[in-house]
């Protein structure tokens, strides 16, 4: 089977890049305890809503958007704690390699998903981070794919997008790329299938195979 030509992948943060449940369930309990109080943080009905920003999970929870300043504060907090995802560093290099542009289009705030990938060592290896703060309508909108591909200046028949909750794959579609599930960290396979991705990948490497070598553009960065 021949492999469209692509040279450009965007990446969800949380679930895809990073595991980062544990240490966002800390950030939740803690932001829970200082706003609501006493008692069990939700957290498992807040992780329902990866991929969305978080005012919005607020909104559907029914919480006070109170929680965005300790919540913020304690993922800073905690960011050097947050362990990139088995395979992904030799991923993002290969694919560099190969002569792609990368993004990352994410749920959290732009300059709180640049200051994580920095602690983590990886934002060298994106050409452009965009968060949902940075665009009129988040996830699941296409606009914050739409925006990443504008400024990678790359069309979206030519590009991947990579994501581990439903958000992603419905922004992915309404952008018109590639959408691929990668469930290594999902909270939610059954969930993340059923939205119907092009692909589904069960470790980075697999997506190796859906982004051959570009020859025009060659080796290097």
């Not at 069990?40 to 978080?54: I, K, N, R």
């Not at 504008?150 to 590009?159: I, Q, R």
């Amino acid at each position: 089977m021949s492999v469209p030509m692509r040279d450009a992948v965007v990446f969800d943060l949380d679930g895809v890049l990073v595991d980062s449940h544990e240490t966002m369930g800390k950030a939740f309990a803690v932001a829970y305890a200082e706003v609501i109080g006493a008692g069990p943080a939700p957290f498992a009905e807040y992780q329902q809503y990866q991929g969305l920003y978080f005012p919005e999970i607020m909104r559907r929870m029914g919480l006070p958007l109170e929680m965005e300043e300790p919540f913020v504060r304690e993922s800073y907090r905690l960011a050097d704690q947050v362990p990139v995802a088995d395979g992904v560093v030799d991923l993002l290099g290969a694919l560099r390699e190969r002569g792609f542009r990368l993004a990352v289009a994410t749920g959290k705030a732009g300059s709180r998903a640049r200051s994580l990938l920095t602690t983590l060592g990886l934002i060298e290896y994106f050409d452009q981070v965009v968060g949902s703060d940075e665009v009129v309508n988040p996830k699941p909108a296409p606009d914050i794919v739409l925006r990443a591909l504008s400024l990678l200046g790359t069309k979206p028949e030519t590009a991947v997008m990579v994501g581990d909750a439903r958000a992603d794959m419905l922004s992915a579609r309404g952008a018109g790329v590639t959408a691929v599930a990668a469930t290594w960290a999902t909270v939610d396979e059954a969930d993340l299938i059923a939205s119907g991705p092009d692909f589904v990948i069960r470790s980075p490497e697999d997506l190796l195979p859906l982004c051959p070598q570009i020859p025009v553009r060659g080796r290097g960065w």
